[in-house]
């Protein structure tokens, strides 16, 4: 089988070719987008986040018939032209809990100590505090948007830290009640936390969720923490929300020059741990493939969701 890695790291080539012998294999460092210029036979393709499936990309694979992202969103890839051709997709659901959740603190664990200014201040030679007074996390309110994976990781690390939990979800998990959790609705969460946390996917559901008449619910004195998509926050609210913003992701990076941001680079589920799960989820959907078997992190269900919405 003719099978292309796009976006790939030479530890993903040795991994993968190992794993897959006796298929024709042909890896990419760049996008698909780069670096598919003509028409290819490829049956299967792996992308990452920075590639786009487009109407253009797809005329040029006229043999595809899988399509594998190596990450959990979704959103760079257009559900809507798959469907239509009956191609399947597949992610990698629930490699990241730990790392990501365990980022969105330390953005956090910044925001409320500034662990970065002194750290950097020491570095300069600079050991003056007294205008570094922090907050404690203990008995603080935790709001979690989602309950995945990542947003259950993050529930018990709050439980942790002995903070109170709410949370508002599509579907009330069983961790719930485990912790003892709130399950409120999306502007009670929004109003009576003292820490918001976003754990949900971007779909037509959940983008500008965080709208304008939304944000006004937020406490003056509220954080923000987004790991999971820019575009769930509207976009003009990263310019004029007075909040604390700490972001993994932005719908609009100029944002970041702001005080009262702290950003990182779309780097939260950047570990060891997390990238050989990633590897590891993505060969077995990709054997599945191979093997005519059911995908074990099949898209089919959510693109013809979001394509019978985009479509009504």
């Not at 990698?92 to 330390?106: K, M």
């Not at 664990?109 to 003056?128: C, K, M, P, Y």
């Not at 709410?166 to 009670?188: H, N, Q, Y």
Request: glycine residues 6%.
């Amino acid at each position: 089988m003719k099978i292309a890695f796009f976006e790939t790291k030479p530890e993903e080539r040795a991994f993968f070719s190992e794993a897959l012998k006796g298929h024709e294999l042909s890896f990419f460092s760049g996008t698909i987008n780069e670096e598919l210029r003509s028409e290819a036979d490829y049956e299967a393709v792996s992308i990452f986040v920075h590639s786009r499936i487009t109407d253009e990309i797809l005329r040029k694979l006229p043999k595809l018939r899988y399509l594998q992202t190596r990450s959990t969103g979704y959103d760079h890839v257009k559900c809507q032209a798959l469907y239509e051709r009956g191609l399947l997709v597949s992610n990698v659901a629930g490699y990241g809990g730990p790392a990501v959740a365990e980022f969105a603190f330390s953005l956090l664990l910044n925001a409320t100590r500034h662990t970065h200014v002194a750290l950097e201040r020491s570095r300069q030679g600079i050991f003056e505090y007294r205008d570094l007074k922090g907050i404690e996390l203990f008995g603080k309110r935790l709001g979690i948007l989602g309950l995945g994976t990542i947003g259950q990781r993050m529930a018990r690390i709050g439980k942790g830290f002995g903070m109170e939990l709410c949370a508002w979800s599509r579907t009330k998990k069983p961790i719930v009640e485990e912790l003892g959790m709130d399950f409120l609705s999306l502007e009670e969460v929004l109003s009576l936390s003292d820490v918001v946390m976003i754990a949900l996917p971007l779909t037509p559901a959940t983008e500008n969720l965080i709208d304008e008449k939304r944000a006004t619910l937020l406490k003056k004195e509220a954080i923000l923490v987004n790991v999971a998509r820019g575009e769930i926050i509207q976009k003009s609210l990263y310019h004029t929300l007075p909040n604390i913003l700490c972001l993994d992701v932005t719908a609009d990076p100029a944002c970041v020059a702001r005080p009262n941001v702290l950003y990182t680079p779309h780097m939260a589920y950047y570990t060891r741990e997390a990238l050989r799960r990633i590897m590891e989820i993505s060969l077995r959907n990709m054997k599945a493939f191979i093997a005519g078997e059911p995908l074990p992190n099949c898209l089919r269900l959510a693109c013809e969701k979001e394509y019978s919405t985009n479509h009504q």
